[in-house]
């Protein structure tokens, strides 16, 4: 057997192209056998699928054919963001030129751990977190910004760095944070989080200042901006406000929305971001990446001083004195991917109108969608969207009745749902982040649930 190709190299583009057509048809024939946003049949009817295209997963002897066999197997079988009635979560349908550029660095495989193994990535990587960073903290000098895996690692680096700066910390967040932050603050052994109730979804300043005056010791307060089950945001200058007052320090969970910043329209959502201390942002929700590519922007950038390690084979300090990088600060993590290169492209192609015009259709189609709900007789409707999350549920029925229609939707493959408890109910989630959605695929969704609800 010969040798198989490299994708880089003298003989790499050679070896891609005709992949890159096998893999585009496997694409489009998966697709095509899907016929909808999601593979019907539940979860033994896919498994049975997949199991029969995959056969033998380690033969004696290579299947040549295995490329397109398992990529169109893995296309029947998804869950398509792209497709309109997919809108259960914050999974977002990925840009072409996004996609593409993520090709470009699968080719070339850097690492960023050390600079000798990507000189060009580790110079674009700090060229766009400072521009990022500038964004979330306009005006301020030295920000910076750290890539993340998404949201849960940038709110992890966000408590350990706070616990780092201030000599131990402990966590102060509305009920309504992200399950991630807990999370954290359990992985790094910090004290148990203060959790503040949220009754309207939102964190309380008045609730938070009550909380911070009967804790003491060092603070660190997460706020929300784009709660994952409504798409909330917090009074982020209120709550600025109170922990200045307290001396707290300050992050804002800004997976959801922070993409706001780019859309002219909608910026004023975020009034207060600015006043963090560190912000996590997730562009692979509303920036349209594939996943994963996340942020977290850092007001101090000594901060990341607590990151700092050494080891010889990366960044021996003769070759840090002689003017070689030193990356191993950058991340928790050694191995990373140039997940900035995706980032980079698009921010570049795009600009800021063609983000920003991106942001407002898909919450623009939210708000049009709400509409419909809000109008119709057999459906009722939470609360008109914040961003672009709606919440809804088919009027006069159970909360059993309304899980048991998103699970006959799944299994029937004609739409996915979310599902999210507001006001001690449960309500169908529709979180709209394809803009190319138009209102016709709208009013489609809400008669395929309605023609899903049992009588």
Avoid at 270 to 299: E, F, N, S, Y
Wanted: with cysteine.
């Amino acid at each position: 057997m010969s040798t198989p190709p490299l994708a880089s190299g003298p003989q790499g583009l050679g070896a891609l192209r005709p992949l890159l057509d096998t893999v585009l048809d496997a694409l489009d024939e998966g697709r095509r056998a899907r016929g909808g946003p999601m593979p019907a049949g539940g979860p033994d009817a896919v498994a049975a699928r997949l199991a029969a295209a995959a056969g033998d997963v380690l033969p004696d002897h290579g299947d040549p054919d295995a490329l397109r066999t398992l990529v169109r197997a893995l296309a029947e079988g998804a869950a398509d963001p792209a497709e309109p009635l997919c809108v259960a979560h914050l999974h977002c349908p990925p840009l072409a030129v996004a996609t593409a550029a993520d090709l470009a660095a699968s080719v070339l495989n850097p690492s960023l751990d050390s600079w000798d193994q990507a000189p060009a990535a580790s110079a674009l990587e700090g060229l766009v977190t400072r521009a990022l960073a500038a964004e979330v903290h306009p005006g301020r000098q030295g920000g910076d910004a750290l890539v993340t895996t998404g949201g849960t690692e940038a709110n992890q680096l966000a408590l350990l760095l706070a616990r780092e700066a201030l000599g131990g910390v402990r966590l102060v967040c509305g009920a309504n944070a992200h399950h991630s932050l807990t999370r954290a603050a359990w992985l790094l052994g910090l004290p148990d989080p203060v959790v503040v109730p949220a009754p309207a979804g939102t964190l309380d300043p008045a609730a938070l200042d009550d909380a911070l005056k009967s804790v003491t010791g060092p603070h660190l307060v997460a706020a929300t901006a784009g709660t994952t089950d409504a798409g909330l945001i917090d009074p982020l200058g209120e709550i600025a406000a109170v922990c200045s007052a307290h001396g707290a320090r300050l992050h804002i969970d800004a997976a959801y929305g922070g993409p706001l910043l780019f859309s002219d329209r909608r910026r004023f959502l975020l009034d207060g971001l600015d006043a963090a201390h560190t912000v996590t942002l997730d562009l692979h929700k509303l920036g349209w990446q594939p996943v994963a590519v996340g942020l977290l922007a850092v007001r101090e950038p000594g901060d990341l001083t607590a990151l700092h390690q050494q080891a010889d084979y990366l960044n021996a300090d003769d070759d840090t004195e002689a003017g070689l990088p030193d990356l191993l600060g950058r991340s928790l993590r050694t191995t990373r991917r140039p997940d900035i290169l995706k980032v980079a492209v698009t921010l570049r192609t795009l600009g800021r109108s063609g983000l920003g015009a991106l942001v407002d259709q898909v919450c623009d189609r939210a708000q049009e969608f709400a509409g419909l709900v809000a109008a119709h007789p057999a459906f009722e409707l939470y609360d008109r969207p914040t961003i672009s999350t709606v919440l809804f549920r088919p009027a006069h029925v159970t909360d059993e009745a309304v899980a048991a229609v998103r699970r006959r939707l799944l299994t029937d493959g004609r739409a996915v749902l979310g599902r999210a408890r507001a006001d001690g109910r449960v309500w169908l989630k529709a979180t709209l982040l394809n803009p190319h959605t138009r209102p016709d695929d709208l009013a489609a969704l809400l008669r395929t649930v309605e023609g899903h609800t049992a009588p």
